[in-house]
Nanobody
Framework: QVQLVESGGGLVQAGGSLRLSCAASGRTFSSAAMGWFRQAPGKEREFVAA????????YYADSVKGRFTISRDNAKNTVYLQMNSLKPEDTAVHYC?????????????????????WGQGTQVTVSS
């Protein structure tokens, strides 16, 4: 079992930056591919970024490419999402997700259904 707890959300002006963190419990974090998703009011949850369990592979939604960076520190059981040049359309609840894949160190996933573990979410609000 893996428990995920996000932090770092808040209110920021357009053009600003935030860094989200997702702390994982358990000893399986280093075997888990991780991802970030977000859900804006009235919209479906969407993929933002993913990282392989080794951290060597990353993948981004087109809407955040070049502005957001996903990273992880397996020694701290934490995955991060650095968000720069924020836009009002980035306003959403941001969720961390994980899936254990011991057989593949470079695999990453962008579909919600591929993830087994989810955090409770952290609100990001970008004002114009």
């Amino acid at each position: 079992q893996v428990q995920l707890v996000e932090s770092g959300g808040g209110l920021v002006q357009a053009g600003g930056s935030l860094r989200l963190s997702c702390a994982a419990s358990g000893r399986t974090f280093s075997s888990a591919a991780m991802g970030w998703f977000r859900q804006a009011p009235g919209k479906e949850r969407e993929f933002v970024a993913a990282i392989s369990r080794s951290g060597g592979s990353t993948y981004y939604a087109d809407s955040v490419k070049g502005r957001f960076t996903i990273s992880r520190d397996n020694a701290k059981n934490t995955v991060y999402l650095q968000m720069n040049s924020l836009k009002p359309e980035d306003t959403a609840v941001h969720y961390c997700a994980g899936v254990v894949r011991t057989y593949c160190s470079v695999c990453l996933y962008y579909r919600m259904g591929e993830y087994d573990y989810w955090g409770q979410g952290t609100q990001v609000t970008v004002s114009s």
